[in-house]
């Protein structure tokens, strides 16, 4: 199961959510009366008397049930929808902090944006904001259509190859929030979990200071170890010389809540396993398994891993 897909759709957690909930219930109520008015209809034409049946088949009926009412109905229902989601194609205050997320077959790449819209710093799988703050995130896609979803936080929008959407989100208090790519995208689509973690603001201050820290260069066995068997040909760990970026930003690996787009809890024994043989945990993810490695070798390059703070 994926460790981040259990998301409780119609419970908001922010102000663009919440009038997409406030439209589901309204349209999941409209449902219910149409259907409540079909079935009506349809008890009528099966057990009704002549004269009711005569008068559901009168050219009045068919008028009013088959055209007055739905021009009425989609009308007002289009206004009020487009009314109540204003919110959501409404400018962002232009202060407003910017994330850039990127769908990769099968994670999501993130980096964080200052005001010229230029990366200040990267991240993999996992986005962390103020509460009570709008963020604005640009989506895009490096190979195929993803859709980006936290349900609790905003809508959904595709990430299209060569175009960049924009999607406001909010969090009015703190917590974690879990999504999920919303666009059926091959493979293991259905493995390819987010997280987005809401602090406090001055929590989220800290922590965005404690990552623009200068990171001391680790010399260890670990180290080593990553660079001999070709982890850092993909991946990017600031501060060393692993600049790869064809696979996830391991940076800040150690402090995540989840490894493979949110399929597993964060600790060395799932790390072991997902650098063992990943394609048993996600089959058909572009990591190829480790198999060589001893279980003192998977041992020493989880312990490393975890460093990353």
């Known amino acids: 199961m994926n460790f981040a897909s259990i998301v409780p759709v119609f419970d908001p957690a922010g102000p663009y959510a919440g009038s997409i909930t406030t439209l589901s219930w ?3 109520a409209m449902a219910v009366a149409v259907l409540a008015v079909v079935l009506a209809a349809l008890w009528i034409a099966l057990f009704g008397g002549r004269r009711l049946k005569a008068r559901l088949g009168g050219a009045t009926v068919v008028w009013a049930g088959g055209i007055v009412f739905p021009v009425v109905v989609l ?3 289009l206004i009020y929808g487009l009314s109540l989601t204003r919110n959501l194609t409404a400018p962002v205050p232009p202060d407003a902090m910017r994330v850039r997320i990127t769908g990769e077959m099968w994670w999501w790449r993130v980096a964080y944006l200052d005001r010229q819209g230029q990366p200040l710093m990267i991240d993999a799988n996992e986005l962390h904001i103020p509460a009570g703050r709008p963020v604005l995130v640009e989506l895009e896609s490096n190979d195929v259509i993803h859709s980006f979803w936290v349900p609790r936080l905003s809508g959904k929008l595709d990430m299209v190859p060569g175009r960049r959407n924009t999607l406001p989100i909010q969090a009015d208090a703190p917590g974690v929030y879990s999504g999920q790519c919303a666009e059926y995208c091959g ?5 390819m979990g987010f997280v987005v973690v809401a602090h406090a603001p001055d929590e989220f201050d800290a922590w965005l200071a404690s990552r623009r820290t200068p990171r001391p260069a680790i010399a260890m066995e670990g180290a080593a170890l990553f660079r001999s068997t070709g982890c850092a040909a993909c991946h990017r760990i600031a501060g060393t010389d692993a600049n790869g970026t064809a696979g996830p930003d391991l940076t800040h690996v150690g402090s995540r809540r989840s490894l493979g787009a949110g399929i597993l809890p964060n600790n060395r024994g799932t790390l072991m396993g997902w650098i063992g043989d990943s394609q048993s945990i996600k089959p058909g993810n572009r990591m190829p398994p480790y ?10 390059l989880a312990a490393y891993l975890e460093m990353q703070k």
């Open 291 to 300: 198999k060589i490695l001893s279980a003192d070798e998977l041992a020493t």
């Open 26 to 28: 309204v349209l999941i």
């Open 187 to 191: 493979g293991p689509h259905a493995l």
């Open 75 to 77: 009308s007002a229902l």
